[in-house]
């Protein structure tokens, strides 16, 4: 009886361990969605992206004109002797004058300089998006990864702790047998040992857990609660062909790789302006009072143009400078193209990998229980000895355990595949979040607005919101 109540245990722990939770399927998405609502690092790249469009800003200030006052009030004293054929004169003189200026100036024509910085702070921008979303795969993989091995590491405790109560059993029956003198002090050792062994696991997949949830407080934001099954793995391309070209075209890094080069070729073209002549306007004007009514006032206009001659090398240095950043971004195109090609493969074969071995352990537990439980109705007819029992029942739980990490390993690399392909962001994954709108704030600040004008002043709220 005890006998078949262990079999009974034994099939009851594979039972439990992979029944289906299909309830609960939506857990890894809220994880995403942790995830993506509490990273820091998020927020991060997101401050560097305003800090982007803040240079778009600053370049187009460079295109208009700028006006300024100054203002002074001066006092001069002044003491003096003079000695002559009368005598000696002392005079003590006290001179305030007050002075006030108002200046205007335009550049007119500098060659293209500021246009060209101008169109390469907006391809900085573009590369800059690009990069959050490079951030934002990233942010999420590390949570999908962080849930799957708390998974993991779970289904291992409950696996190790029904195949503890499977040899305590075990245990019992080879004693009630050693006392009726069916088995030796050898096979009451063996199962003592095994015993050991087990308590052993059940305390290092216990620690193993407990180090994965810190992983998954610091990756999602907040402690695992109860982790559950997927409903299932997300959509991919059958073929490597496939999640190789869709990777080289939509993942994040090389199209911000892209916009690079286009920001190194407005440099270069701004570099080249440099040797072109700058027309500037400006006006001013000036009014000064000084004691008593006397006052002057001042008016100018002037139109100036002025080219370098000679710089000592410096602008020509400049331009070659710039063209050598320029090929150095063009033959990172090409590396990138080749590094995001091979690791689309590695990602798709390591899903292969992961699916075959799942597969692989399904196959390995029904042969294995079918295994156990022969050889376990074996030795109770004395064909079969304790260890055989025992090695039986350590290989059906190899096979769980198998299993177990199989499953996590197939979710990961499914999710590896889809960030490898650019394809991993809260977008596609349709997850309930409040998305960041990156054109928002670059919208705000593109024509750079006055701290007085109604867009600066919408902008202040703005900045208040994201700063809390």
Do not use: C
Request: cysteine-free; overall charge positive.
């Amino acid at each position: 009886m005890k006998n078949d109540r262990m079999v009974f245990t034994v099939v009851m722990s594979v039972v439990i361990a992979f029944s289906p939770l299909s309830s609960l399927s939506d857990t890894l998405r809220q994880t995403m969605t942790d995830a993506y609502n509490n990273s820091g690092l998020l927020q991060q790249n997101r401050a560097l992206l305003r800090a982007a469009d803040e240079d778009v800003a600053v370049a187009a200030a460079l295109l208009r004109g700028v006006l300024s006052w100054t203002a002074e009030v001066k006092s001069t004293r002044a003491d003096s002797r003079t000695s002559s054929s009368l005598g000696t004169l002392n005079s003590d003189i006290t001179t305030n004058v007050a002075n006030l200026g108002i200046t205007a100036s335009i550049t007119l024509y500098d060659g293209g300089q500021n246009k060209f910085a101008l169109s390469a702070a907006k391809e900085a921008v573009l590369s800059t998006r690009q990069s959050l979303l490079g951030v934002e795969q990233k942010v999420l993989f590390s949570s999908v990864e962080a849930f799957m091995n708390v998974r993991r590491a779970g289904k291992t405790v409950t696996l190790r702790e029904n195949n503890l109560t499977v040899i305590q059993e075990e245990l019992r029956a080879v004693k009630d047998r050693f006392d009726v003198g069916e088995v030796t002090k050898t096979d009451v050792a063996l199962a003592e040992a095994r015993l050991a062994a087990s308590i052993s696991a059940l305390a290092a997949a216990k620690g193993s857990l407990a180090q994965r949830r810190e992983i998954f407080k610091q990756a999602v934001g907040k402690d695992a609660g109860a982790i559950k099954t997927p409903r299932s793995l997300p959509k991919l391309p059958k073929s490597a062909k496939t999640v190789k070209a869709v990777a080289v075209r939509s993942h994040p890094e090389m199209i911000a790789l892209q916009h690079n080069i286009k920001q190194a070729e407005y440099n270069v073209q701004r570099a080249r302006s440099a040797l072109k002549p700058t027309v500037g306007l400006s006006s001013s004007l000036g009014y000064s009072e000084m004691e008593g009514n006397d006052y002057r006032q001042s008016a100018n206009i002037s139109l100036s143009a002025s080219s370098t001659i000679y710089s000592g090398g410096r602008i020509p240095a400049l331009i070659r400078k710039a063209m050598a950043q320029r090929d150095a971004q063009r033959s990172s195109l090409h590396l990138t193209r080749l590094r995001l090609e091979q690791q689309a493969g590695s990602a798709f074969a390591l899903l292969q990998m992961a699916q075959a071995g799942r597969k692989a352990s399904e196959e390995q537990i029904r042969a294995s229980r079918v295994a156990f439980e022969g050889i376990r109705e074996e030795a109770k007819v004395g064909s079969r000895t304790t260890l055989d029992v025992l090695n039986a029942e350590q290989e059906l739980l190899d096979a769980q355990a198998g299993l177990i990490s199989s499953e996590a390993d197939e979710y990961i690399a499914a999710y590896r595949v889809l960030a490898q392909m650019g394809k991993l962001n809260v977008e596609i994954l349709n997850l309930p979040v409040q998305k960041y709108d990156p054109i928002e704030y670059y919208n705000l600040v593109k024509t750079a607005p006055s701290v007085i004008s109604q867009r600066g002043s919408k902008l202040d709220r703005v900045l208040k919101a994201l700063s809390k």
